[in-house]
């Protein structure tokens, strides 16, 4: 038996790597449920097939659900790096549930704000503060200038790049991880939305020198939604740190801030200390699980 990690998944193929070599495996039967960055003991069938047997246990794991399935992601990270830009739009809600998604798998999280060269960045760069003030740390970057902040970040980690298509994910990739090669594509103009260009997660090293580690980051698929049917009500008000910090001065011990009265939470965001895009998205997921 070899051990390996995962470092590519298409379907039920999986790239390998183990040492200074990449194996194509498949799995046994129909198991399916194996991502970048999971840790796996396979048996070469051929030269330079093999088949994996075991699975590691998962140091975190993240992933979207809807009602039918589960999306995974990518395993056993240290960062989830979610890009976030102006153009071609910025969605609020794909980055709050980006956030709730992290918070609940214990991933820290840095939000990197992508495209600082073009002038609509500026606007949502002030809007990327409230975030800030809730903890998240945050850098704003161009994938065509100087990237040495966000390196350090990624510096002896296992990280992952996450957010909605045309952010500019394989494009700072690209320009972190000479080896890459991701294809980027250009930002369809006529549909002023990002195009699909990357459909498969994938793991790159970055080089280190004397002073860095390097590290790895996996490129995944841009997204248009991050259902989080997964989670209980108790793992959503956790993963809202201005609910979190609210606990318990409701009135009632059980309030879900819907529009309980004495509610602190509503209380809040009635006052301006809660964005009301966070808590109509917590609102719209606490409902999704009565409804
Ligand atoms: N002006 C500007 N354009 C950028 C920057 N980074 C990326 N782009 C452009 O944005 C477009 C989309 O970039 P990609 O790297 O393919 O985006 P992606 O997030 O990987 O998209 P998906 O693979 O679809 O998820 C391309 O035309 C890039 O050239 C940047 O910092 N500034
Ligand atoms: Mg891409
Ligand atoms: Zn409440």
């Not at 495996?25 to 991502?35: E, L, N, Q, W």
Request: glycine fraction near 8%.
């Amino acid at each position: 038996m070899i051990s390996g990690r995962v470092v590519a998944a298409h379907g039920r193929r999986f790239l390998i790597e183990a040492g200074d070599r990449i194996v194509e495996c498949v799995t046994r039967g129909r198991k399916s449920d194996i991502v970048c960055g999971d840790q796996v003991d396979f048996e070469m069938t051929d030269a330079d097939k093999g088949v994996i047997e075991k699975v590691a246990t998962r140091k975190n794991l993240l992933y979207r659900s809807d009602d039918f399935r589960s999306k995974l992601i990518a395993a056993n990270l240290d960062l989830a790096v979610i890009v976030v830009a102006a153009v071609p739009y910025f969605r609020e809600e794909l980055l709050i549930r980006c956030l709730v998604a992290c918070e609940s798998a214990d991933i820290p999280v840095l939000i990197a704000l992508n495209k600082s060269d073009l002038p609509e960045t500026a606007a949502l760069h002030q809007h990327l503060e409230n975030y800030v003030r809730l903890g998240y740390p945050q850098i704003t970057v161009s994938a065509r200038g100087d990237l040495s902040q966000l390196q350090a970040h990624l510096n002896g980690k296992t990280s992952v790049l996450v957010g909605a298509s045309g952010v500019g994910k394989s494009t700072l990739l690209n320009a972190l991880a000479p080896e890459a090669n991701a294809a980027t594509g250009e930002i369809s103009l006529a549909l002023d939305a990002g195009k699909h260009t990357t459909t498969n997660a994938r793991l790159f090293h970055l080089p280190g020198d004397e002073n860095n580690p390097g590290g790895d980051l996996i490129d995944s698929p841009g997204m248009q939604e991050f259902g989080l049917t997964h989670l209980s009500q108790a793992e959503l008000m956790h993963a809202f740190p201005e609910i979190r910090a609210r606990a318990g001065e409701c009135r009632f011990y059980n309030c879900r801030h819907l529009k309980e009265p004495g509610c602190a939470v509503l209380a809040a965001a009635q006052a301006g200390d809660m964005l009301p895009n966070r808590l109509r998205v917590y609102q719209s997921l606490v409902g999704q699980l009565t409804s």
